[in-house]
């Protein structure tokens, strides 16, 4: 082969490896997006109710918008893969959200609509991501899921905790929320490029009325809804457990960010291990155990060491990534994926959002945490249960076990759908 012949050849060879680098940047780019968008509401939204002179209608609203848009969105998600694909849907997805983060700076109605919209981005995007790694890494499921799942607990944190100091630089809490639409505008510009290269998956009419009739499907979207329940209560609840108990607000805080921040670690390993193991329910239950012994503690003797009950309360979340990774190891196809995706995550965010306003009730009705803690405590029980049901390996669509002809099969249709020959 001549000199010039080589160097022809070389390009598209760098093309090819270049690609999935930067698509996985791109994932974990949009994962961080997905919950600091979020969180950063959150952490200005006094300011913002102070300054805006907001009701507290308006101020309950601004704050149950996310969940319910995660919720609400999410169900018709699938729709949108059908017309546009999962890459051109993705990159709708941070269009949006980043108009919504530049709208919400306005005044109060323009706060209220920029955070629908942006949680609307959100919302498609919590179901697609599963999706383009479904595309994009059939055979690194397992290590993506990990990294973006990673990516979005620091997003959360990162959020939480950066946002006022920013804001108190740029000038209000405007410009602490603002700052956070040049990591929108970083993701898709990185991932418009993308496109030219996707295809977008076939797509199936069918897949989400075949979800519904399947044991497989509503075992994850049980595990699915019930650590939703879990973690929303935990962000809303954790630091009042604790000044009820006689922190002082700033410790109760910084406890809850020690809760979030353990999630980073634990978020990453969790999809790997997951990949590595023909059953996941010992793993699901087992941070499961670690999350009652850390709301255990809580109960019984928050003064006494509560970091660790903190720490052992993030552990337990891990069981947030474990269901994302089963998304794409449940299905066949990446419609399938999406389906699944979808079905999960509405039914989950939606009973979510009652999750906080019920614990809440119970707290002012018997008025102590002994009764709320005690039903999340069940929850976990059963959460432990469905673990064991949703970590048996088996596909969408098919009640017996998965033999390992479904494992290539599974296989050789990621491969497909990503665009790689099968072997």
């Not at 949703?390 to 050789?412: E, F, M, N, W, Y």
Request: proline residues 5%; contains cysteine.
């Amino acid at each position: 082969m001549t000199r010039n012949g080589q160097a022809t050849g070389a390009a598209p060879a760098r093309g090819a490896l270049r690609r999935p680098l930067v698509v996985l940047v791109a994932v974990v780019l949009v994962a961080v997006n997905l919950r600091v968008a979020v969180t950063s509401l959150g952490a200005v939204l006094d300011q913002a109710r102070a300054d805006l002179a907001m009701s507290t209608l308006a101020t309950s609203t601004a704050a149950t918008l996310p969940v319910a848009c995660f919720g609400g969105i999410a169900l018709v998600t699938p729709l949108l893969i059908r017309r546009v694909g999962a890459q051109a849907g993705l990159a709708l997805a941070l269009g949006l959200l980043l108009a919504g983060q530049l709208v919400r700076v306005g005044g109060e109605a323009a706060l209220l609509a920029g955070t629908f919209v942006a949680c609307a981005g959100i919302a498609v995007g919590n179901v697609l991501i599963p999706v383009i790694v479904k595309i994009e890494f059939p055979a690194r499921a397992g290590e993506v899921t990990g990294a973006y799942s990673a990516a979005m607990s620091a997003g959360a944190a990162i959020g939480a905790a950066a946002t006022v100091p920013i804001g108190d630089a740029a000038g209000g809490w405007r410009g602490g929320l603002a700052a956070w639409s040049v990591l929108a505008a970083a993701a898709l510009a990185i991932w418009l490029p993308q496109l030219r290269r996707s295809r977008t998956p076939a797509g199936s009419r069918a897949s989400m009325t075949a979800m519904m009739r399947s044991p497989v499907a509503w075992a994850v979207t049980l595990l699915f809804a019930t650590q939703s329940v879990l973690a929303f209560v935990v962000m809303a609840w954790l630091p009042t457990i604790y000044i009820d108990a006689g922190f002082a607000p700033g410790e109760a805080g910084t406890l809850l960010a020690a809760a979030l921040l353990v999630g980073v670690p634990v978020y990453f390993v969790v999809p790997v291990l997951a990949a590595r193991l023909r059953r996941q329910g010992a793993l699901g239950a087992g941070m499961t155990a670690v999350q009652i012994v850390g709301l255990a503690g809580l109960l019984l003797r928050p003064e006494s060491v509560p970091w660790l009950w903190a720490v052992l309360i993030g552990i337990g979340g891990g069981v947030f990534p474990l269901t994302l990774a089963l998304f794409s190891m449940r299905t066949r196809t990446a419609t399938d994926t999406a389906a699944l995706s979808a079905m999960a995550q509405s039914a989950g965010y939606l009973l979510a959002a009652l999750g906080p306003f019920t614990v809440g009730v119970l707290r002012d009705v018997t008025g102590s945490w002994t009764t709320p803690v005690s039903v999340l405590m069940a929850i976990c029980v059963v959460q432990a249960a469905l673990s064991f049901s949703a970590g048996k390996p088996r596909l969408v669509g098919r009640p017996r076990t998965a033999t390992s002809h479904d494992h290539d099969s599974l296989q050789a249709a990621n491969q497909q759908s990503s665009g790689t020959p099968t072997s």
